[in-house]
């Protein structure tokens, strides 16, 4: 089993995101379409592939939500991520969240995520946020 360091207490709203429609005015619906087809597009290039991360994000076998930091970096497989996941918007930005699983099992660790890249609404600007696409 590996051994990796958890820090719970984030902010757990903001690490769920909205789904929906958009909370930031003049964001228009073709827009947010391109930057969900990118997110799927994003997606489907990683599912099934293994990275390696230092960070990520999980329930601990209490429940609890806690970010991951594994040093040195864990190698992951890229699982899978609903339509909804794909679909995440928070503060203007498409980030879609992605389910990962150890590919050596850790002690603790129940559900896994990370997070792929992300859009912004507005301009398209992609932004990687440590992921694998």
């Known amino acids: 089993m590996k051994e990796v360091t958890l820090r719970g207490g984030f902010d757990a709203a903001a690490e769920e995101g909205r789904t929906g429609g958009s909370a930031v005015p003049g964001i228009e619906g ?3 379409a391109e930057a969900e087809a990118l997110a799927r597009a994003d997606f489907a290039r990683a599912d099934g592939t293994v990275v390696l991360l230092g960070e990520f994000f999980a329930h601990d076998d209490s429940g609890e939500r806690a970010i991951v930091y594994c040093d040195p970096p864990l190698e992951v497989r890229v ?3 609903s339509a909804a996941d794909l679909a995440r918007e928070d503060a203007g930005w498409l980030v879609p969240l992605w389910n990962i699983d150890p590919v050596e099992p850790v002690l ?24 694998a696409a």
């Open 108 to 131: 603790g660790l129940r559900r896994c995520w990370m997070h792929g890249p992300a859009y912004h609404l507005l301009t398209g600007l992609r932004e990687d946020a440590g992921s």
């Open 30 to 32: 073709a827009k947010r």
């Open 79 to 81: 699982v899978s991520a």
